[in-house]
Nanobody, 126 residues
Framework: QVQVVESGGGSVQAGGSLRLSCAASGTFRRYCMAWFRQTPGKEREGVASIGSDGDTTFVDSVKGRFTISQDNAKNTLYLQMNSLKPEDTAMYYC?????????????????????WGQGTQVTVSS
């Protein structure tokens, strides 16, 4: 069984910053992890992912503003969000999946992840 817990959401004004955290725990030693977001009436969107080689993938709309990092020893994932815009307003979800052999692609495909957190709300006002 895998538990996924996000934290760090909140409300900020445009131009502000937030840092999201995600902790994965369970029976596996290593997890592949990524951030997704969703607004009402829209499909879930992949935001950022980090691979086991340190490579990162971002959706175009956040490139240059968001950074992603991971503490493998703690199975914790972070998303630093700077220069936030009202269009970043969404529920942010952490997605994880046990790593096979320690390898993780920096994937933003939702089907790659079998475990999801409850989400943390990010609201950016103009």
């Amino acid at each position: 069984q895998v538990q996924v817990v996000e934290s760090g959401g909140g409300s900020v004004q445009a131009g502000g910053s937030l840092r999201l955290s995600c902790a994965a725990s369970g029976t596996f030693r290593r997890y592949c992890m990524a951030w997704f977001r969703q607004t009402p009436g829209k499909e879930r969107e992949g935001v950022a992912s980090i691979g086991s080689d340190g490579d990162t993938t971002f959706v175009d709309s956040v490139k240059g503003r968001f950074t992603i990092s991971q503490d493998n020893a703690k199975n914790t994932l972070y998303l630093q969000m700077n220069s936030l815009k009202p269009e970043d307003t969404a529920m942010y979800y952490c997605a994880v999946d046990p790593s096979g052999g320690g390898y993780c692609p920096a994937s933003l495909e939702a089907y790659e992840y079998n475990y999801w957190g409850q989400g943390t709300q990010v609201t950016v006002s103009s």
